[in-house]
């Protein structure tokens, strides 16, 4: 099977941090703030960048719903991926694999925030992925996370799209 794992993130304020510290960031943000509205964005989008090569990048993002956020990346660089299908699936995968880990690091850190945690597509209903979209919104809500897809999908569209 593929690994799906990315072991470290970037910030333009934090620089790179490994998870455990992604997470203690996201909290002291979140701690800011008190009383306010917050929500944990995971989003993949990715480009090809030769043939059967893509590069993805997955992004989380901690939007304080009215006022803004932060958000952090990953990038690699992945062969043998053959079609817009593979590509969207791999996005898919990466998003959910790296939400759970958040998850993961949330609960061993004692901090109830996978309420707040939703997964961003790059599909919507205009274009060549909207073929795509029962599948992918399918496998998304299958591992219990909450979907959004295009043109709400901004962790996916426009975040994760500014470093690919």
């Not at 934090?14 to 306010?36: C, H, W």
């Not at 304080?64 to 043998?80: E, R």
């Not at 996005?91 to 901090?111: G, N, V």
């Amino acid at each position: 099977m593929t690994d799906h794992h990315i072991d470290n993130f970037n910030s333009q304020t934090y620089g790179v941090m490994d998870l455990p510290k992604l997470v203690t960031q996201i909290q002291k943000f979140i701690r800011a703030e008190n009383n306010s509205h917050f929500r944990v964005v995971v989003g993949t989008d990715s480009e090809l960048t030769g043939e059967k090569r893509a590069h993805f990048v997955t992004a989380v993002v901690v939007h304080h719903v009215g006022h803004g956020g932060i958000y952090f990346w990953s990038s690699l660089t992945k062969d043998n991926i053959a079609t817009m299908r593979d590509r969207i699936y791999e996005e898919a995968t990466y998003s959910l694999t790296t939400a759970q880990r958040l998850i993961d690091e949330f609960h061993r850190q004692k901090l109830p925030l996978e309420d707040i945690l939703e997964i961003h597509v790059d599909v919507g209903e205009v274009g060549e992925t909207r073929t795509l979209i029962a599948e992918v919104v399918g496998m998304v809500k299958g591992s219990g996370f909450v979907c959004k897809t295009k043109p709400e999908s901004f962790g996916a569209s426009n975040v994760a799209d500014r470093h690919t």
